[in-house]
């Protein structure tokens, strides 16, 4: 079955540092790829997906780009604020299909 | 847009009892989906709706689970007695049709403790 994997957490950055949290997923076929991000005190968002290979999502200077040989999907941002500290999700589902697939999450504390 | 409301936001019950959820989607929105997610975990599908019809449901999903989706508009999930390992919180979620349908909008969940 599907799964996804991501790196433990947490991750704790100063301010303005380089973010990178990996993810990589199993799955048949080719999955459409999402990064959700959970604020304190708030549903899960969508931040940025991409749905087939070498496409990239970008959404408020978070990056991510599909990459099928690697079966991967890292999120990146080039310099973090202490309001993007927040819980982020990977997860995936199949074209035709919503449900999704998440890993189990990564917190990220940015610190000023 | 008011989002996806959910309620209660807590629900502490003791072990045998049932209980029922309540999700409200954004009113447009014709896809619903509830997952449930436990401390450390990812959320994980339980169920979803297109609709008033129940198209899916987790092999995970045990028979004291129940969702229904009355008129396509609100839906609610009743666990019937309750057991210590359906402690979690319960998400609902909703997306609407077209390239938008995998842009899901989630509510903040009914934490669920069972004693």
């Known amino acids: 079955g599907d799964s996804v994997t991501q790196m433990e957490g947490p991750v704790t950055l100063s301010e303005e540092a380089f973010l990178t949290i990996n993810c990589t997923y199993t799955?048949?076929?080719?999955?459409?790829l999402f990064w959700y991000v959970q604020y304190p005190g708030e549903g899960l968002q969508l931040l940025l997906k991409a749905t087939k290979a070498d496409d990239k999502g970008s959404n408020k200077g978070f990056e991510a780009t599909y990459r099928k040989e690697t079966t991967s999907f890292h999120l990146e941002k080039g310099s973090v604020q202490v309001s993007d500290s927040a819980v982020y999700f990977c997860?995936?589902?199949?074209?035709?299909?919503?449900?999704?697939?998440f890993g189990k999450g990564t917190m990220l504390l940015v610190s000023p | 847009d008011t989002g996806v409301s959910q309620n209660p936001r807590h629900k502490i019950t003791k072990r045998g009892q049932n209980v029922t959820f309540r999700c409200d989607p954004i009113s447009e929105h014709n896809r619903l989906y509830w997952y449930r997610q436990t401390l450390g975990q990812g959320p994980e599908f339980l169920t979803y709706?297109?609709?008033?019809?129940?198209?899916?449901k987790s092999r995970l999903l045990s028979d004291r689970f129940s969702a229904e989706r009355p008129k396509g508009s609100f839906s609610t999930l009743e666990i019937q007695r309750t057991e210590q390992g359906d402690s979690a919180m319960y998400l609902c979620?909703?997306?609407?049709?077209?390239?938008?349908?995998?842009?899901?909008?989630f509510g903040s969940g009914t934490q669920l403790s069972v004693l």
């Open positions: 799955a048949t076929g080719y999955p459409s």
């Open positions: 979620a909703s997306s609407g049709t077209g390239p938008s349908y995998e842009k899901l909008f």
């Open positions: 709706f297109q609709n008033e019809a129940q198209l899916e």
């Open positions: 997860a995936l589902s199949h074209t035709g299909y919503s449900t999704l697939t």
